[in-house]
């Protein structure tokens, strides 16, 4: 990690910072990250985040050595504007569940739709030329392509898709696709999946995705 301050100025993580949602582990975490990144970061987090129930401490762990941690908030970094949530499942396009039957059907699909409405009215604060998304699950089936198809609706939902296209996103970052694709589009913003297992893959000395963004 120490190598990132030599070729990023921001550090962008999208979830899944720990395995079980434990203390301790956001602990070890915010001690590595103190220690061997010297640069702004910004993160939201996934679904490992909330395991053990304590997401809440969790983030607070990581605010308290200067991480912003968005869910449903913005923050304006060196000049780029990033709003940022957690997301959710549910599918895509026409695959993508509704709201009908089941209660237990409804809270899933108001869960995503709340996530939605989160992402919606923080991108509507940001002011910045560069407006960054940053999610864990993928707004896109384009980047959930190479995993098992059975399991797309689970990795993601287009509901999350629909404020993004509202405005005029710079970039667009997510995980939680371990065997999906790198990259996609959501009409003129690109799309990444940035889940380590992935890039990995792509490149064992230097497991991140890096962009440089135009000037304005």
Not at 121 to 133: C, E, F, G, N, V
Not at 171 to 196: D, I, K, R, T, W
Request: hydrophobic share 45%.
């Amino acid at each position: 990690m120490s190598r990132l301050s030599e070729v990023a100025d921001i550090l962008v993580l999208c979830g899944d910072l720990t395995d079980y949602g434990r203390l301790d582990e956001a602990e070890a975490l915010a001690q590595e990250l103190k220690t061997a990144v010297r640069l702004p970061i910004v993160a939201v987090l996934g679904n490992h985040d909330y395991e053990s129930d304590q997401s809440d401490g969790v983030a607070a762990t990581l605010r308290g050595i200067g991480v912003n941690v968005l869910d449903g908030d913005t923050c304006e970094v060196l000049g780029v504007g990033f709003a940022g949530v957690k997301g959710f499942a549910g599918g895509f396009g026409r695959g993508a569940l509704g709201p009908w039957g089941e209660r237990a059907v409804k809270q899933f699909v108001q869960e995503a739709v709340a996530e939605s409405l989160k992402l919606e009215s923080a991108l509507a604060r940001l002011r910045t030329p560069h407006m960054i998304a940053i999610l864990h699950y993928a707004p896109i089936v384009a980047t959930v392509v190479g995993e098992p198809p059975e399991i797309y609706p689970y990795l993601g939902c287009s509901r999350l898709a629909e404020p993004l296209a509202r405005y005029p996103v710079t970039a667009v970052f997510h995980g939680h696709a371990h065997n999906g694709s790198p990259e996609g589009a959501l009409g003129e913003s690109p799309v990444f999946n940035v889940a380590l297992p992935l890039m990995s893959r792509l490149s064992a000395d230097l497991p991140v995705k890096i962009i440089t963004l135009p000037s304005q």
